[in-house]
Each structure stands twice: as structure tokens, then as C-alpha cells.
């Protein structure tokens, strides 16, 4: 069985169906974008020994098992010489402040894009946890999808199914894909590391491929 | 500051904003508004608009020099700043101003009184298409949380197109304004777009460029027919005695497309030449249906008429002849069918008949008929032919020379009317119980199931058919009510309506039996509200102005309806006539303040967006602030007076103490722009607009076009695709795909066999000279609307004023000056048996002998003594429009229903002598 766990958002008003569903296509790209949007996340300490520890690409593959595309997971190998601190400074060198929407494109007025993205996620019944990431932070986008694609596989609403799929090809096209593929491009031409660079990589992938999945789904 | 410094600030910004001015012009047009600072400095034509399909020009730039001169309004002396409360006699222009807590306080007392002491009935508000949707919303919803009363908004401004409802069961379906470029012969009839429809102009320009011919038909050499092919002019009220005489050249010449007319219209059914009416089922059929009818084949005698589709489906229908049909008894009656009917009726108006009717030349009757017969054709029309009495025998006769010569649901053809388009996530909203798609796809899911329930008991109905059935529905347990009963019981216009000398003189009883038959009968059953017992207290008045709008005019409406009201509430950013007659005033924001959407409509299928450019003026707020306060209010008030619940009219128990938070569903809705983020997301949820639509898109594209018609029956009415990449001609859906049209018999119908209307001979279209409204005196007015303001809306504006006389003008010929004895810029006095007013005369040769025209608008405190032109107009109703419950002729919320006329009324006219 298959649940959402999100991180930077929060349920604010309940939807109807359950909680836990069997594992599906549908589930697995949910379940990808729980672990693309942990692993975007400012590393800590606990970031760092997953990667040493091989668990993103364990995870990943896990996740990616079921998806209705193919998605290459590759290796992942934390050099030896990688510290804590390094590690955490290799995220702040590629990113800055964070994986934000609104620096990424530039936007004079973050609280603006932010407010934008609060009515998006209301919609769907959601808010943003006020204690932890911004409302454009690449895994608050994440976990977004991540809920939207559980709820597809929840509901029992044919309606209310093509509802999320519908609000997921247009949250890719408006949002994640309207800016992830020029941080991508910048944070690669910075050099990563094996591991971000990995990250980057599998996150651009699967963004571009999850769009056409959605769209065929759609259109079909 | 030199003067060139002085030019250069003039236009100068720091901010620029999208803003369309959301006054009922059935226009959306996007303008960028430039602000500097918390001033609007100016505003121009957006001019952003993609073109649509190859070949067709675009919509833009669209705009008139009202929306270029709004910002003025927003700083014009006629502002209402703050809530104010009269002081002194109603109408005596003496004002206190208040505090917004005393004057909801006030208002809220005045409303637990009524409901407390008289019921929430008392409580009337009046419905507006003035002001956009969110200045509309929220006044809808506190009286539907309440179960108070809303007058029906198209019964009190009557753009009520009553005989397109007639013949095709609905009136609101315009095809966009560009397929008026694809049309080859344009008729300008009953409208004068070079006036009313300043944006859409170009398009009629573009046509006669690409080759059409425009024909302006109207009484006198208006605006539109100085750039036109050809100007028919005719008698004022004939119109339906010229059109019929084309339909007689059209049938007579043999030009008729009688294969489009058998296919889409009822002149194939069969009518019983014993009673005058259809045959049914239920005649010849034990047992059988009501609503079931029949034709002719050629090859296999009677047939039933399908009624799930408008093709033939190999049946060769007769159109002409007389046959014997056995009935269930056994007896046998004969049956002929419509066109044979229609054909002996036309017999009246060969041309040189009609030519003595209506004024037009014989000769000229031919020449326009075989251009309609042969050329894609489509009449523009305006929303003149519902305000006059028998304006719905001319358009019936209108449709019918259409559906004669094969002229709708085509490129280019057609007729213009209302042009609503349906807006998804406004008419989900009243019904949403919490913010967000889950509470969407239940709703929608819910009236799903409900269609499909009604599907299942009338498995051929169309979609269209099942919307208007749901609509039907939502009627009879809404807040809406037709006007015409509070009219008659409350406000003084029974003994006006009994007037026979007023009346048709085909009309055989008094107006009286007639309502009180239509009662009895249930033709109106549950929206005939308030009953004769329930007297209105509380009036609002949001964005609407009744003592200048209503047809009888100010004097009848202060002298019989104000004296029972004991709180006149006025919402309005502007001190209107009405503001000046009421007890309390509260301000509202005006549009380029306050966030908004115009109403859609099909003429562009665009949704146009009106931001915040600056703070509101003063105190003044937006309507969703002032209904959302004012139902908190009244909680906390009940609460205090421990009135917590009482029964409404339709006997559900309504919770004061929650209607606060009901308002706002438990503050998911606290802002107007919450809530307009919620009509879009909800929209785009349900197709009508493109996926991903919000608030934010509004704001950044200004203006998005729609993708659907909609679930709802106002857009369904236009029954064509919408598609990204064509023009929409309406009807597309009854030609091209066959959907029977929503009327009795599914079919565009000529024929209405309901007894009234057999018993004034109006079964078919027919010509009827317009009644002696007013009184048996010489000259007629028509009216219609002007160039400079859009009804009252600009009427304060002093650049627009500068653009004409700036006052109220009588429009005379020159013959009917002399004989008055009046000079251009007299001050003459227009009487009749109602009343009289006075104004300015302006003699022209390009006015009619005998006709008079008044421009609509201007304000009564414009005239001396504030006596407007409406004070001459008796409002008189037709009685037949009093039926009901037959077929299509049945109530629903703004249409089929008696409206007031106000065209062709009879006066006389005398110079003021200068004192």
C-alpha cells in the first residue's frame, strides 16, 4: 500500500477517499516525487549518510518501480573525501538560497509568485506549512505533485481523476518545467558533484517524461 | 511648470493594470489603465487580442470613448464617498454622513424588523446587469441565505427578445461579433450600431469592404444609415407587416429553401383545421402524448414528427395540403399543415398591402426579399424590437424570413440577441459548501446524475432541453421573481394594465382576469412572489436605478411603491436618481478600484478582467466587503435580539445566527478576489476555460477566451462549438448535427396553438399596429439608445457631456417643428394622458413626421422638476406573456416572461414659453 508524505505542504481541507492505496502507476510517480523533493531539499546530516548509505537510488528505484515510463536510475557514489560540511556546501554552491521558482526566473516580487502558488495549492486542499519551505521551493512543487497524483489514484471520481491529471500536466507546464530545466542547465554548468549531479539529472528526466505521460493520458 | 512639463506629467505612470468597465454595453473590452501613484492617469485600448481564424479580423482594438473616459468618473462630482443617511423628506437632498458600523447597524435592524414582523419576503432586492459579476454575487447571495426576494434582472430592463423565445425557445444566441464578417447581406434592424455597439462596428465595415451589402431598416436616417447600402425606412411599430411581406415574396417567387425550412421549423406539422390546433398524439392515439406531433410524408401519409432530431431521416414531408386523419374516437377531422396556414395569412401582406402598412415602397419589399433569399443573411438587431408591445410579432416574422430562406446556424447568418455565455464556476458557487475542486466535482457530479435522472424520463431531450429543465427547477426553489407581480401589487401598476384604451384592442378581457387566470392556472406557480398580502419593506438597490429606469415612470413608483418601504438601501458608487430618493446610501468601489469580471458573453467569448489600479475612493467599499459585513451584522443583531431562526417563504428554516460565516463559507471566501480565483479555477475545471486559469492569468492576459459553452443552460442556448481556431455561428448545433431546438414542438416554431394566443390571433406572426400607449395624440417616440453613455452609467462624465449637448434632447422633424411652432434649442414640454416632461427640442430632417426620439439615459434630475422621459411611458405589459407551462412558454430565471414596453408611446408637444 502506498501513502503521500508530504513536506512542505500540509492537508487543510480533507479529501474524500482513503488514505492508502494499492501501488500503481499512478502511486509510483507519486512516490517518485517524494523522494525527487526529499532529495532536493537543504541537505542535512541525515541527507548526507542516505547517500553514503546508497538509499537514494534505493528508494528511487523502489519508487520507480511501477511507473508507466521508463526511468533510468543509474549509480550513485558519494566520494570518500565528501564531509558533512562539503556536502552541504555543494548544495548552497549549485543552489544559493534554495531551489526557488521565483529566483530562478528572476520574479521581482517572490511574495508574489509564492501568493500565486498558496491559491494553487488551496484549491486542492492544501496549505503550506508555515514553519518549513517556501511555497515556490522545488520540494513544495514536488510534494504538490506528489499529493495530486496520489489523489488521482484515490479517488473514485472519474471526474474529480481527470480534475488531477489535468492540474498536473498544467502545474508541469506552468510551474516545475516553466523553470527546473534553466536550473538544471545553470547548476550543471557549475560542475556538481556525482551525487547532485545525479540528482539533477534523474529530476530533469523525469520531469520531461512524467509531462508526456500526463499529456498522452489526457489527450487519449 | 511649463506647459510642455505640465502635457508630459499628464502622461505619466508608475503602474499599469488590465480594466474593462463591467457596464451592461454586452461588451468586454480589455483596456490598460496606467496609474501613478493612487491616481488613474488615463487608460487605453488594450488592442491584445489574437486573431481567431485565417482570414477573419480580429476582435480589436475594441473600446468606445465611455471606456476611454471612465477614469474621469472615477474623481466626477456625482461620487459617493461615504455611507450617508437622509435627513429630512425622502428625496430632499439632505444627508448626514455616518460611520459604516451605524449604517449597517441601521440596515440590519430595518431587516430583522421585517422579517420578524412581515416575513423575509418584505425584504425585495432588485436584480442588476450593471456593475460586473462580483458586484452582482454578493447581494444574490445574502438573499438566497435569507430567502428574500430578487426582482428577475431582465424583467426590469426587458432585453427580453420575446419573440426569438417564442420561435426557438430561447433568445440568448449570438454567434461571436466576426461572423458578422462572413455574412453577404447585413440588416441593421431595429439597431443602431454605429451607436450601441461601438466596438463590434469594424465588422460591418470589414464585410462591406469583402462585398456584403448593408441595408439599414429603421424609421428615421440614423447613425448606422449614413454607412449603409440601402436605407429602408419605415413606419415606427410596422416592422413585422415588412417582414412578412418578404416572407409572402420569398414563398410566392419561389425562393424559399424549403428543404431547410421542413428540416428546421414547424411549417411541416399538421394543425387540426377544426380547433387550430397541432395535432397530437393524444388524438388520434388513446393514451397518447401531449407534446407529440405529426407530418405528412409523400410516400406514406401521417407520420410522427421526430423529436429527437431535426433530419428527416427519408421522410419527404408535404408541405402543403389537406388531409383526412381518423381520430381515437373513431371520428375523423381534417389536418392541413402550418405553411398552408401561414400561406393564407400572408395573403394580407403582398407587398402593395403592406406597402400602405408600412411605408416601404412595393417595389423595395421585392428587392430586399430576393436578397435575403438569396444571400447568407443575418439581422442585427438590437434590444429594441422587445421594448415595443408587439415587438415579439416582429421578431417572430424577423425569424421567419430567416427560417424561410435557410438564415441561421450558417456562416454569416442569423440574429443578433443576447449573447450570454455561461461562466461555470459563478452558478457553482451559491452551491459550494467549501472551497476547492473536491467540492466542485461533487457538485458537478450531482447535477450530472440529476441530468441523467431527467434523461431517463425523456431519453430523446438534449442537453440544451435538460439544462433549461434544471434551470426550471432551481426556479421554483430560487430567490428570483418575475417583476410583473410586484409591479401590479405593489407599485401601482394595476390600474395602468386594466387601461384598455392602452391596450390591444384583440386583447378580449381586462388585464386583471388575465393575470388572475394565469395564477390560477399555476402557470406561475411559486415564482409569483411577493403575493398580494406581502407588502415590500426593505428595497435594495445595488448598481440599479429605478426611479430613472422603470417604465411608468418616477412619479408612480414614489407615489405608490416608496411610501410602503421602510428602508430604501442604495448601493452605487454615484448619486443616481434613486440615491436621492433613498434612506440610505452606501458607497461602493467603482471598477479600476476593486477587482471584477463583465458578465460573458458569446459577442467575443471572452472573460475580460478589471484589477485594483488604486485604493477605493473614500470609504467607499467593493460589494462583497459591504454584503459580507452586512450578513455578519445582521447575525451579531439577531444574536443580540435573540431572533436566531425563522421560516422563509417556501417554509425552510433559516439560521441567523450563521450567516455570517455561511456568507463566507467559514471565511473560505473572505475576499472577492478569493472568490473570483474560485468562478475561474472552477470554470477551467469544468471545460468552459482553459486549463490552469486563475485569477493570476486574468491578471496577466487581461482577458481569456472561453473553451466551452458551459454545463449551464444560458451558455448551452447558443447550441455551437466553440473552437480556438473558428468563428462561432450559433445554431451550428440544429443544422449541422440536427439537435431539435428547446421549444414545444422542437422545432423553431411559427405556430403557437395555445388559446390565448388563438384567441388574438397571434398563432402565426402577424402585424398589429402598436396600441394608443399614452394616448390618442400625434406623434410616436421610439427612443433608443445613445452614443454617449451606456444607459445612466456615463451620464456624469464631463468630457462625454462636452461631446454633445450635455443635456436631455427631443429628437423632431422638421415638418413637426413647424407645426409646433418650435425652433432648434427650444425647451418643449412632451405630454399625454401619463404624464409630460420637458427638454430640449433639436430639429433635424433626418427624423420621420409624426416621430419623436428621446435618448435613453439621461438621468430625471437632468429634467426640470427630475420629471424624466419615462414619466410619459406607461410601462404597459402584454397580456399574453402571461402564459405559461406550455412547451417553452414557462418561466425561467431572466426569460420568458411580461415585460414593460416603452416604444411607440403617444404624445403630444408644446414649446415652454421662456419665462
Avoid at chain 2, 488594450?46 to 471606456?67: S, Y
Avoid at chain 2, 431587516?111 to 418584505?122: A, C, K, Y
Avoid at chain 2, 468562478?679 to 472561453?706: K, M, Y
Amino acid at each position: 500500500m502506498f501513502t503521500y508524505s508530504l513536506a512542505g505542504l500540509e492537508i487543510k481541507s480533507a479529501a474524500d477517499g482513503p488514505e492508502e492505496v494499492e501501488e500503481n502507476e499512478t502511486t509510483a510517480r507519486s512516490a517518485v516525487y517524494q523522494v525527487l523533493g526529499a532529495f532536493f531539499s537543504a541537505p542535512d546530516r541525515d541527507h548526507f549518510d542516505r547517500a553514503g548509505q546508497g538509499l537514494w537510488t534505493k528508494e528511487l528505484t523502489e519508487a520507480a518501480s511501477l511507473l508507466p515510463f521508463p526511468l533510468e536510475v543509474g549509480e550513485l557514489t558519494l566520494a570518500s573525501d565528501v564531509d558533512p560540511e562539503s556536502y552541504s556546501a555543494e548544495y548552497a554552491r549549485l543552489f544559493g538560497a534554495g531551489c526557488s521558482e521565483a529566483l530562478q526566473i528572476g520574479a521581482e516580487d517572490r511574495d508574489d509568485v509564492e501568493a500565486k502558488l498558496r491559491r494553487e495549492y488551496e484549491y486542492f486542499g492544501l496549505a503550506v506549512s508555515t514553519d518549513r519551505r517556501a511555497a515556490d521551493d522545488l520540494c513544495t512543487e514536488c510534494d504538490f505533485m506528489q499529493y495530486l497524483a496520489f489523489r488521482e489514484a484515490a479517488t473514485g471520481s472519474d471526474r474529480l481523476r481527470a480534475s488531477y491529471r489535468k492540474a498536473q500536466r498544467d502545474f508541469l507546464e506552468r510551474h516545475l518545467l516553466s523553470w527546473v530545466p534553466d536550473m538544471v542547465a545553470a547548476a550543471t554548468a557549475l560542475g556538481p558533484n556525482a551525487v547532485y549531479s545525479w540528482g539533477l539529472d534523474r529530476l530533469d528526466t523525469f520531469l520531461r517524461s512524467d509531462l508526456d505521460y500526463v499529456t498522452a493520458q489526457l489527450d487519449g | 511648470m511649463s506647459t510642455e512639463d505640465r502635457y508630459q506629467r499628464r502622461w505619466c505612470w508608475d503602474r499599469v493594470t488590465w480594466g474593462t468597465h463591467c457596464v451592461n454595453c454586452l461588451a468586454t473590452c480589455p483596456y490598460r489603465v496606467f496609474t501613478l501613484g493612487d491616481t488613474v492617469a488615463f487608460e487605453e485600448q488594450g488592442g491584445t487580442i489574437e486573431a481567431v481564424a485565417e482570414g477573419v479580423p480580429d476582435l480589436n482594438p475594441l473600446g468606445c470613448q465611455k471606456g476611454s473616459a471612465w477614469s474621469v468618473q472615477l474623481t466626477s462630482e456625482d461620487r459617493v464617498l461615504h455611507p450617508l443617511r437622509r435627513v429630512g423628506e425622502r428625496g430632499g437632498g439632505q444627508w448626514e454622513q455616518i460611520t459604516w458600523e451605524e449604517a449597517l447597524t441601521e440596515v440590519a435592524d430595518a431587516m430583522l424588523d421585517t422579517i420578524d414582523e412581515d416575513g423575509v419576503e418584505s425584504i425585495v432586492f432588485e436584480e442588476s446587469v450593471e456593475g460586473g459579476l462580483l458586484s452582482q454575487a454578493p447581494f444574490l447571495r445574502l438573499a438566497g441565505l435569507l430567502g428574500a426576494i430578487t426582482l428577475d434582472a431582465n424583467g426590469l430592463v426587458n432585453d427580453l427578445p420575446t419573440g426569438q423565445h417564442i420561435t426557438f425557445g430561447k433568445f440568448s444566441c449570438a454567434s461571436t461579433v466576426d461572423d458578422t464578417f462572413r455574412s453577404e447581406l447585413l440588416l441593421q434592424w431595429h439597431s443602431n450600431p454605429a451607436y450601441t455597439s461601438i466596438p463590434y462596428h469594424h465588422f460591418i465595415s470589414e464585410a462591406r469592404y469583402r462585398g456584403a451589402t448593408v441595408v439599414a431598416i429603421a424609421p428615421d436616417y440614423n447613425a448606422s444609415a449614413v454607412s449603409s447600402d440601402m436605407f429602408v425606412p419605415v413606419r415606427p411599430g410596422t416592422d413585422a407587416a415588412l417582414a412578412l411581406s418578404m416572407c409572402e415574396v420569398v414563398l410566392s417567387e419561389g425562393l424559399a429553401d424549403l428543404e431547410f425550412a421542413s428540416t428546421q421549423t414547424d411549417l411541416p406539422l399538421l394543425v387540426r383545421t377544426d380547433t387550430g390546433r397541432f395535432l397530437r398524439e393524444r388524438d388520434i392515439r388513446s393514451g397518447g402524448a401531449e407534446d407529440h406531433f405529426f407530418l405528412w410524408d409523400e410516400g406514406n401519409g401521417i407520420h410522427d414528427a421526430p423529436r429527437a432530431t431535426l433530419r428527416l431521416e427519408g421522410l419527404k414531408p408535404a408541405l402543403r395540403g389537406r388531409w383526412p386523419v381518423q381520430l381515437a374516437d373513431g371520428s375523423t377531422v381534417e389536418v392541413t399543415t402550418v405553411l398552408s396556414l401561414l400561406e393564407e395569412r400572408l395573403a394580407d401582406y403582398v407587398p402593395e398591402r403592406a406597402e400602405e402598412l408600412c411605408g416601404v415602397a412595393a417595389s423595395t419589399i421585392r428587392t430586399l426579399a430576393r436578397m435575403v433569399a438569396g444571400h447568407r443573411c443575418k439581422i442585427l438587431e438590437g434590444f429594441n424590437t422587445p421594448k415595443y408591445y408587439h415587438g415579439d410579432l416582429m421578431e417572430r416574422s424577423m425569424c421567419l424570413l430567416l427560417g424561410l430562406t435557410g438564415n441561421w446556424g450558417r456562416p454569416g447568418t442569423g440574429i443578433q440577441g443576447l449573447a450570454l455565455a455561461g461562466l461555470d464556476g459563478y452558478f457553482l458557487f451559491p452551491m459550494k459548501t467549501k472551497k476547492g475542486v473536491e467540492e466542485t466535482a461533487r457538485l458537478l457530479e450531482g447535477i450530472e446524475q440529476a441530468v441523467e435522472t431527467m434523461r431517463a424520463r425523456d431519453p430523446e431531450a438534449t442537453d440544451e432541453m435538460l439544462g433549461n429543465q434544471l434551470l426550471a427547477l432551481s426556479a421554483s426553489s430560487g430567490t428570483s421573481a418575475p417583476p410583473v407581480f410586484f409591479n401590479y401589487h405593489h407599485a401601482g401598476y394595476r390600474e395602468t394594465w386594466n387601461r384598455a384604451e392602452w391596450s390591444d384592442p384583440t386583447m378580449k378581457r381586462t388585464f386583471d382576469a388575465y393575470l388572475s387566470d394565469a395564477v390560477r392556472r399555476g402557470w406561475w406557480g411559486g415564482v409569483a412572489r411577493p403575493g398580494a398580502a406581502t407588502e415590500p419593506r426593505v428595497l435594495f438597490s445595488v448598481g440599479t436605478n429605478p426611479l430613472r429606469r422603470a417604465r411608468g415612470g418616477r412619479a408612480k413608483l414614489l407615489s405608490n411603491l416608496w411610501p410602503k418601504l421602510d428602508k430604501v438601501v442604495v448601493v452605487d458608487f454615484r448619486m443616481s436618481t434613486t440615491a436621492l430618493h433613498a434612506d440610505l446610501i452606501l458607497p461602493s468601489a467603482m471598477q479600476y478600484e476593486r477587482v471584477n469580471v463583465q458578465y460573458p458573453i458569446t459577442h467575443t467569448l471572452r472573460l475580460s478582467f478589471s484589477d485594483a489600479a488604486t485604493p477605493p475612493r473614500g470609504e467607499s467599499r467593493t460589494e462583497w466587503q459591504i454584503f459580507s459585513a452586512l450578513a455578519k451584522r445582521l447575525s451579531e443583531r439577531a444574536v443580540e435580539r435573540d431572533l436566531l431562526e425563522y421560516v422563509d417563504g417556501r417554509r425552510q428554516t433559516r439560521h441567523l445566527d450563521r450567516l455570517g460565516d455561511d456568507f463566507v463559507v467559514g471565511g473560505d471566501f473572505a475576499s472577492e478576489e478569493v472568490v473570483l480565483d474560485e468562478w475561474v479555477r472552477d470554470s477551467a475545471d469544468a471545460g468552459t476555460l482553459p486549463v490552469g486559469s486563475s485569477v493570476e492569468t486574468l491578471r496577466r492576459d487581461g482577458s481569456i477566451r472561453f473553451t466551452g459553452l458551459g454545463i449551464f443552460a444560458p451558455g448551452l442556448s447558443v447550441a455551437a462549438d466553440v473552437s480556438p481556431t473558428d468563428v462561432m455561428t450559433a445554431f451550428g448545433w440544429h443544422v449541422d448535427k440536427g439537435l431539435p431546438f428547446p421549444t414545444l414542438t422542437r422545432r423553431a416554431q411559427f405556430y403557437i396553438d395555445h388559446p390565448w394566443f388563438v384567441e388574438a390571433d397571434e398563432h402565426l406572426p402577424r402585424h398589429k399596429e402598436p396600441p394608443r400607449m399614452g394616448g390618442d395624440w400625434p406623434l410616436l417616440i421610439t427612443s433608443g439608445h445613445s452614443r454617449w453613455s451606456v444607459h445612466s452609467m456615463s451620464m456624469g462624465n464631463r468630457p462625454l457631456l462636452g461631446t454633445h449637448r450635455g443635456r436631455p434632447l427631443v429628437v423632431m422633424s422638421e415638418q413637426d417643428a413647424v407645426e409646433c411652432a418650435v425652433r432648434e434649442g427650444d425647451q418643449v414640454r412632451v405630454v399625454n394622458d401619463h404624464g409630460a416632461f420637458e427638454a430640449m427640442a433639436r430639429v433635424t430632417p433626418r427624423v420621420r413626421p409624426g416621430q419623436l426620439i428621446v435618448y435613453n439615459g439621461f438621468e430625471p434630475h437632468m429634467f426640470p422638476r427630475w420629471e424624466g422621459a419615462n414619466e410619459v411611458e406607461p410601462g404597459m405589459v402584454k397580456w399574453l406573456h402571461l402564459v405559461g407551462k406550455y412547451g417553452h412558454l414557462r418561466y425561467l430565471p431572466f426569460g420568458w416572461q411580461p415585460v414593460p414596453a416603452d416604444r411607440a408611446v403617444f404624445v403630444r408637444l408644446e414649446r415652454v414659453e421662456a419665462v
